[in-house]
């Protein structure tokens, strides 16, 4: 079986998202999966290019913004809008459900602004509330087990 590629994407603004994602790293990275993490600081669209299987850990600031490092990335999809059909991708959605209206939208945002350009999501978006008591780190680790599961899974029936 032939080790599948994952690049995460961290979207941070006080590091969460970013240990999360390297957590979710040294979780799946072995053998049977080649995993990176890049924090979001100076990427844009043409991170996707060439297509392939994206996790997107972003937390969500302002009026349930992405965070300040993650804004090029989504401007520069907004305004070029590429066609990111050879894209696959999941998404961890930091948030925190004081902030009622806007829970966790920073992920949404970008679940959105992905599908919309053709990619396809893997999954189900898993959302943290920061005032749940819950680590990030920990529920991540958990659902990115059973996440890149499916991905093999879709990997499989598509080949
Ligand atoms: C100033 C500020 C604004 C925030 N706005 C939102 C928000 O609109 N919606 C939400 O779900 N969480 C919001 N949060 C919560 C953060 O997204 C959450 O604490 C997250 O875990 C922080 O992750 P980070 O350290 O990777 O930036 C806000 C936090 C702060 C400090």
């Not at 961290?10 to 999966?33: K, N, S």
């Not at 890049?38 to 972003?58: K, Q, T």
């Not at 401007?75 to 004081?98: C, F, H, K, N």
Request: proline share 3%; charged share 20%.
């Amino acid at each position: 079986m032939q080790a599948i590629r994952l690049t995460i994407l961290a979207g941070t603004m006080t590091g969460t998202a970013h240990l999360v994602a390297q957590e979710v790293e040294l979780t799946l990275d072995g053998p049977d999966a080649q995993v990176s993490t890049r924090v979001m600081d100076g990427l844009d669209a043409e991170v996707f290019a060439g297509g392939g299987l994206f996790l997107i850990c972003s937390s969500t600031y302002g009026q349930g913004d992405v965070p300040d490092n993650a804004r090029k990335l989504y401007e520069s999809l907004q305004a070029l809008r590429p066609d990111l059909s050879a894209v696959s991708y999941g998404v961890i959605a930091l948030g925190d459900r004081t902030y009622a209206e806007t829970f966790c939208n920073g992920g949404r945002r970008f679940d959105a602004l992905l599908s919309e350009l053709g990619a396809k999501r893997v999954g189900e978006i898993m959302l943290h509330d920061a005032s749940a008591g819950t680590m990030p780190e920990e529920i991540a680790v958990a659902w990115s087990e059973n996440w890149i599961t499916l991905c093999r899974e879709q990997a499989r029936q598509a080949a």
